[in-house]
């Protein structure tokens, strides 16, 4: 089936640094992918789509300035947090839809901590 | 936002079937109904998904109602390693293609 990996599966970053996040279709094209971010005990809440070729798309109350999204190909899509802060620390993951009717295939997930 | 209403958690005994119900009263006629679940800290799995028809697959069944207003998921025989959060999603979005989470169902099985 559709795989989607994701790298770093956890990193740990100081205060104020930024760190880039890849999530890549492994054998199918995704001319659009999705981020998600998931607080402890709390459930996934989609921060953008990203989409191939053209800027990404967020949702309200993400701020398109930290959270840095570039789909620069059919099977890779980054996620950069720029000047992390603690209240950064979360997990993120992304998706990416296969087929028309099919459901979205998800990574594996990315554990942030900022010190 | 997440269409979909689910029961906080539920309990179920090992071997047993567990059936997690969802609410989805404003759901429209061409939206499907998804089932993902995701156990600690892994990206959601992707169970089984229905337009009309009931389904079934090797992992479960998923029984929808003929107003399509509510589904059942049912796993027949559940074990220890089904304990995880389970997400009933309606596709919703302008271009119809986001998956909005809500609070989903948190599931023990008890041995």
């Known amino acids: 089936g559709a795989v989607v990996s994701q790298h770093p599966s956890r990193v740990i970053c100081k205060s104020g640094t930024s760190v880039k996040i890849e999530c890549r279709s492994l054998?199918?094209?995704?001319?659009?992918m999705f981020w998600y971010r998931q607080f402890p005990k709390q459930s996934l809440m989609l921060m953008a789509t990203?989409?191939?070729?053209?800027?990404?798309?967020?949702e309200q109350g993400v701020e398109k300035d930290k959270f840095l999204i570039n789909h620069a190909s059919l099977t890779l899509s980054t996620l950069t947090v720029t000047s992390a802060h603690p209240e950064d620390s979360s997990f993120y993951i992304c998706s990416a839809r296969v087929g028309e009717e099919n459901g979205y295939t998800f990574g594996s997930g990315t554990r942030l901590t900022v010190v | 936002d997440a269409k979909t209403t689910q029961p906080t958690s539920m309990d179920c005994a090992e071997g047993r079937a567990a059936n997690l119900p969802c609410n989805h009263s404003?759901?429209?006629?061409?939206?499907?109904v998804y089932w993902y679940r995701q156990i600690h800290s892994q990206g959601p799995q992707y169970i089984i998904h229905?337009?009309?028809n009931n389904e079934t697959n090797e992992m479960a069944s998923l029984i929808i109602t003929e107003d399509r207003k509510s589904s059942t998921l049912i796993l027949p025989h559940a074990t220890l390693r089904d304990t995880a959060v389970y997400y009933c999603?309606?596709?919703?979005?302008?271009?119809?293609?986001?998956?909005?989470f809500g609070t989903g169902t948190s599931l023990t099985v008890i041995p």
């Open positions: 054998d199918f094209q995704a001319t659009t």
């Open positions: 404003t759901i429209s006629g061409n939206e499907y």
């Open positions: 990203s989409n191939e070729g053209s800027k990404a798309t967020y």
């Open positions: 999603i309606v596709r919703v979005g302008n271009t119809g293609n986001q998956f909005y």
């Open positions: 229905g337009l009309k």
